[in-house]
Every structure is written in structure tokens, then in C-alpha cells.
């Protein structure tokens, strides 16, 4: 097998594995009336707290317009509240509300165990190994 034979085999084996990771946290999220896009932004005003609605999409890879949209429908929910920045009104920014905060601090446990179970067939140096290898190729990209 040549080089570009294995390239592809390894695209392929890495999309494989994105799509059956992608299912099971689909599935996971979904018991909590939640979409992939939407706890994708629970977790990230969890992490990280407050953000601006504009940079939201950016950390979380989707597109702007779809961002505004997602806020959205997590402000219906109750989730999520948007007000304006102090430092520049032009900017809105984003934050959980308590009921999101809870929402989070419950589900965000149950999350990470799903997420640890996905790698649970790996030991602690095929972790790391794995980790050094996705940044490499993360790097040529």
C-alpha cells in the first residue's frame, strides 16, 4: 500500500469513527431535548462563561446565521440569556440562565461519562498517542 492509499484509508477510518462518536452524543443529548448544536453552546457558556453572540459560531464551527438561530431557541427555553455588552453596545452577548446552569450542571457528568466510555478501549498512552497524532495532522490542515 503506497502513501496516498493510506491517506485515504485513514480519511475514511477517521470519518467512520467522527460519525459513530458524532451518533452516540447525538443520542446522548437528545434525551435531554437538546440538539447538537444547542448543548454545543450550553457547553461552551459553561466552560467558559459569557460570550458575544458573534464569536459563539466560531468556537463552536458553525455558520453565524445559524448562531443567532440556536441562541434563539435556547432563550425560548429558557436556557440561555442575551443582553448588551457594557463595554460596546453594539455587541450582545450570551450567558446561561439558571435553569441553564442547572440544566449543565446536571447533564454535564452524565456527558463526560459518555464521552469517557467512547474511549474506554484505549489505555492511558494510546490517549496520549491519539491526542499527539490528531493535533499533528490538525496542524498540515
Known amino acids: 500500500m503506497n502513501q496516498t492509499e493510506r491517506a485515504l484509508h485513514n480519511f475514511i477510518a477517521i470519518m467512520r469513527t467522527k460519525d459513530s462518536i458524532e451518533n452516540v452524543v447525538r ?11 444547542e448543548f454545543a453552546v450550553l457547553e461552551l457558556l459553561y466552560s467558559k462563561g459569557e460570550q458575544p453572540i458573534q464569536k459563539i459560531g466560531d468556537k463552536i464551527l458553525i455558520a453565524s446565521s445559524s448562531t443567532t438561530y440556536v441562541v434563539d431557541k435556547l432563550v425560548a427555553k429558557h436556557l440561555v440569556e442575551r443582553c448588551v455588552s457594557s463595554n460596546d453596545r453594539r455587541v450582545y452577548l450570551a450567558n446561561l440562565t439558571q435553569e441553564g446552569e442547572r440544566l449543565m450542571q446536571d447533564i454535564f457528568p452524565k456527558h463526560a461519562k ?15 498517542q491519539l491526542q499527539r497524532i490528531l493535533l499533528k495532522v490538525n496542524q498540515t490542515t
Do not use: P
Not at 459518555?114 to 496520549?128: A, C, G, P, R, Y
Open 114 to 128: 459518555t464521552i469517557e466510555q467512547i474511549f474506554s478501549t484505549l489505555n492511558e498512552e494510546e490517549m496520549k
Open 27 to 37: 443520542q446522548d443529548v437528545k434525551q435531554y431535548g437538546l440538539n447538537l448544536t
